[in-house]
């Protein structure tokens, strides 16, 4: 992999880090659901180029949407309202891997070796031992629920990856656009008055919204679509393994979290779990492309 490729894809997963200490931060300004419509709005309307009917893809497209945006982001979003430790989602957040991957095993009936069944228990393992951990007893439905909003992004995933020959940038469009009623509908519902939250917003509180829309959203995923193309998943995946490190950092420095023993030992073991996962499917590929050299 060339040094510049190597470096986007450490920047992504600097960028998605420090997207949810952005989130916690934007949150002392809007409440949670409003600051998802702006997201959503800002997005939208820098991705309206991509946004194209497709044609016989648009149900498709508005599952994904409703999966990774509308839905995904409203219980994600609630998540990080309620949390206090924002470390400790992040962790939570990275069992995406293996609820994808048992979900491709029963949908898109993808083999699950013993390798990557050792790792998805090694992870959840791991997340037991934060979960049960004293210090964070409040944060058990903030657990929870990102639990929750991490199985609606395996599911979208799974719904994204059998979706063919739609461009990323156009179903990033539909994810934006798919999600708007809801979120729109959930933040008049509960949250009164978004005009006068909008009024007192200050430039760190629109450099928020404007970080997660275009940061996160489109030059993240735009990103990862540009390396994927180019490189293996068992490659580039293993790289994402960073983005917790990145987190947990960013939170001790910006938001003084303080990390307890028992959480670093149940992350330490998530994180095997997921090296295990990942590293196994890179070692045998790098194993297959030697044996096929000259």
Not at 30 to 40: A, K, N, V
Not at 138 to 158: H, K, N, V
Not at 224 to 238: D, E, G, Q, S
Request: charged share 10%.
């Amino acid at each position: 992999m060339p040094a510049s490729h190597l470096s986007l894809a450490l920047v992504i997963a600097l960028v998605w880090a420090v997207n949810f200490v952005v989130m916690k931060v934007g949150l002392e300004q809007l409440s949670p659901f409003l600051f998802i419509t702006m997201r959503f709005l800002l997005a939208g309307l820098l991705l309206s180029p991509w946004l194209k009917v497709v044609k016989g893809r648009m149900a498709h497209l508005f599952l994904i949407g409703l999966c990774l945006g509308g839905l995904h982001f409203a219980v994600a979003i609630m998540a990080i309202h309620l949390a206090e430790q924002v470390s400790t989602l992040v962790i939570i957040v990275q069992l995406h891997v293996p609820f994808t991957l048992i979900m491709a095993h029963y949908f898109l009936k993808e083999r699950l070796s013993y390798w990557r069944v050792g790792g998805v228990v090694l992870a959840f393992f791991g997340v037991m031992i934060i979960a049960l951990d004293p210090a964070i007893l409040d944060e058990r439905i903030a657990i929870i629920l990102m639990l929750f909003a991490t199985a609606l992004y395996a599911t979208g995933a799974i719904l994204t990856r059998s979706l063919k020959d739609v461009s990323i940038l156009t179903t990033q469009a539909w994810t934006a656009v798919s999600g708007l009623p809801l979120i729109i509908g959930l933040t008049l519902f509960f949250e009164p008055d978004p005009i006068s939250q909008l009024n007192i917003m200050d430039l760190k509180g629109w450099g928020m919204v404007a970080y997660a829309a275009i940061l996160s959203s489109i030059v993240g995923y735009g990103g990862m679509n540009f390396l994927l193309k180019r490189h293996p998943v068992t490659l580039i995946a293993p790289m994402m393994l960073c983005v917790p490190v990145f987190s947990t950092v960013a939170a001790m420095v910006f938001l003084d979290e303080v990390i307890t023993t028992r959480f670093l030992i149940g992350a330490f073991i998530t994180m095997s779990g997921l090296g295990l996962i990942h590293f196994r499917d890179w070692w045998r590929k790098r194993r297959v492309v030697k044996e096929l050299l000259p």
